[in-house]
Antibody
């Protein structure tokens, strides 16, 4: 059974830091480009960051560039998001999501999603 | 403000059909077939229901279908069932250099 399990969320003060983790199982982690997607309370989905299978290619949304760092450990089948200088607008549920890659091509959709971890930035 | 525009809500009675639109621009929907749709029930993770405009993943009901015309993609659901009541999001790859993926603001489907 495919599982993506996020952890590390919680309540943090503005300016603080958190590190999110996503543990993958039930599929070959190294065949997936991994992403973080967030959802503010009562709002829509927002793509945050992506990392390629070998960590060679990394992208960030403008809203988090310079503050968030995505990484992965293929030996541990894990994805991470280091979040620094947190702001109130970073509050929301953070999902890890995967895009399957075959050979040199990655598909253009997220077929695996975790259940999310809640981040609340408030004083 | 989301990069892709969806109606905030749609509704239909059981057995009826509905369509949800998703309008973008030439840097996303208008220039790519890389449009996908996700269904999200309250408190749950999003679930892929359509990819590459019109393809259904294995296990997704054939009551769900997708299409695209110019800068607008559409999700249609036929034979509405109570379990279809959920939020629906469209997504597209984008050539915008500051973003890689964009989502719509979501559409709340109510089955009356």
């Amino acid at each position: 059974e495919v599982q993506l399990v996020e952890s590390g969320g919680g309540l943090v003060k503005p300016g603080g830091s958190l590190r999110l983790s996503c543990a993958a199982s039930g599929f070959i982690f190294t065949t997936y480009n991994m992403n973080w997607v967030r959802q503010a309370p009562g709002k829509g989905l927002e793509w945050v960051s992506s990392i390629s299978r070998t960590s060679h290619y990394i992208n960030y949304a403008d809203s988090v560039k310079g503050r968030f760092t995505i990484s992965r450990d293929n030996a541990k089948n894990s994805l991470y998001l280091q979040m620094n200088s947190l702001r109130a607008e970073d509050t929301g549920v953070y999902y890890c999501a995967g895009r399957y890659c075959s050979g040199g091509n990655c598909f253009y959709y997220f077929d695996y999603w975790g259940q999310g971890t809640l981040v609340i930035v408030s004083s | 403000q989301s990069a892709l525009t969806q109606p905030a809500s749609v509704s239909g009675s059981p057995g009826q059909s509905i369509t949800i639109s998703c309008t973008g621009n030439s840097s996303n929907v208008g220039n790519y077939i890389r449009v996908s749709w996700y269904q999200q029930h309250p408190g749950k993770a999003p679930k892929l229901i359509i990819y590459d405009v019109l393809n259904r993943p294995s296990g997704v009901s054939n009551r769900f279908s997708g299409s695209k015309s110019d800068k607008t993609a559409s999700l249609s659901i036929s034979g509405l069932q109570a379990e279809d009541e959920a939020d629906y999001y469209c997504s597209s790859y984008t050539s915008n250099t500051t973003l890689v993926w964009v989502f719509g603001g979501g559409t709340k489907l109510t089955v009356l």
